[in-house]
């Protein structure tokens, strides 16, 4: 039987390669989404065209009710949850001067408060199985801060308190929980920075690039294999050397 992978916000970026990248090594797919739009369609259209299920689930990760709701969805279908890939995330950078408790708030709603939403959801089941992997997207920012990104970096520096403990928690149920850490990456959420900006990070960067949504899929799709069965509650970095 097929293992199956739960990937939240994964219709682009990170998590649609990610999908990519565990539907190659053979698990059906769950990906959730936020909004309705043809991206959903055309990743699952990808995903299946390996030969693998694919389940589309929507649900904002910041509403409690909803986590519940399309986790649900993926056990009626399926029956498990083995893999859970916290994803989803947002930015809304500006100076602490600048940020109203709002934009605080939203970022945390969604990167932390949506990582303890879909994990309270999946890991009972994961308990009941006496399995499981759980595997939350951070950030480098997590771990060395960055001017403009209170919000984020505090969320993503919670996220991995959060592994932590969760890995102390279950690790005797045979659930491992571990995070990625992730430097900057060609995605929509680094887009938006202007072209003379990204080349001024690339230089600053050890091997001299951005890395790849693929960069980062490589490294959860080694911490959902058998082989990494004795690494939990760890955080990888995938940032060329930048935080050396
Ligand atoms: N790119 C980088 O350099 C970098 C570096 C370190 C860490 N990360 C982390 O990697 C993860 C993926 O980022 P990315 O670069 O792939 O960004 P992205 O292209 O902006 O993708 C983010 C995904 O999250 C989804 N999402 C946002 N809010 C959501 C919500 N409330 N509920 C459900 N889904 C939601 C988005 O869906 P919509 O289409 O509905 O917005 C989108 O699919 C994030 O956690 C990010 O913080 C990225």
């Given at each position: 039987m097929n293992k199956v992978a739960l990937i939240t916000g994964a219709t682009r970026g990170i998590g649609k390669q990610i999908a990519l990248t565990l539907a190659k090594e053979g698990y059906n797919i769950v990906i959730n989404y936020r909004e309705e739009n043809d991206e959903v369609n055309t990743a699952k259209g990808e995903i299946e065209a390996i030969g693998v299920e694919c389940l589309t689930v929507k649900g904002d990760v910041s509403k409690f009710d909803e986590c519940e709701s399309f986790v649900k969805q993926a056990i009626e279908k399926f029956g498990q949850i083995d893999v859970?890939?916290?994803?989803?995330?947002?930015?809304?950078?500006?100076?602490?001067?600048?940020?109203?408790?709002?934009?605080?708030?939203?970022?945390?709603?969604?990167?932390?408060?949506?990582?303890?939403?879909?994990?309270?959801?999946?890991?009972?089941?994961?308990?009941?199985?006496?399995?499981?992997?759980?595997?939350?997207?951070?950030?480098?920012?997590?771990?060395?801060?960055?001017?403009?990104?209170?919000?984020?970096?505090?969320?993503?520096?919670?996220?991995?308190?959060?592994?932590?403990s969760l890995a102390k928690e279950v690790a005797s149920r045979n659930i491992l929980v571990n995070a990625v850490a992730p430097g900057f990456i060609q995605t929509n959420m680094t887009d938006v920075l202007k072209e003379e900006v990204k080349e001024e990070i690339a230089k600053n960067i050890p091997l001299k690039r951005m890395g790849t949504a693929q960069d980062v899929a490589n490294v959860v799709k080694f911490l959902a294999s058998?082989?990494?069965?004795?690494?939990?509650?760890?955080?990888?970095?995938i940032d060329g050397g930048m935080g050396i």
């Open positions: 859970l890939v916290n994803n989803a995330g947002i930015t809304k950078d500006m100076l602490l001067m600048r940020m109203n408790k709002q934009d605080f708030e939203q970022v945390i709603d969604v990167n932390l408060i949506g990582t303890f939403n879909v994990t309270k959801n999946v890991i009972s089941y994961m308990i009941k199985a006496r399995t499981g992997r759980i595997i939350n997207i951070s950030s480098i920012v997590g771990i060395n801060g960055n001017s403009g990104q209170t919000n984020y970096s505090a969320s993503k520096a919670g996220i991995i308190g959060f592994t932590k058998e082989d990494s069965s004795y690494i939990t509650g760890q955080v990888l970095q």
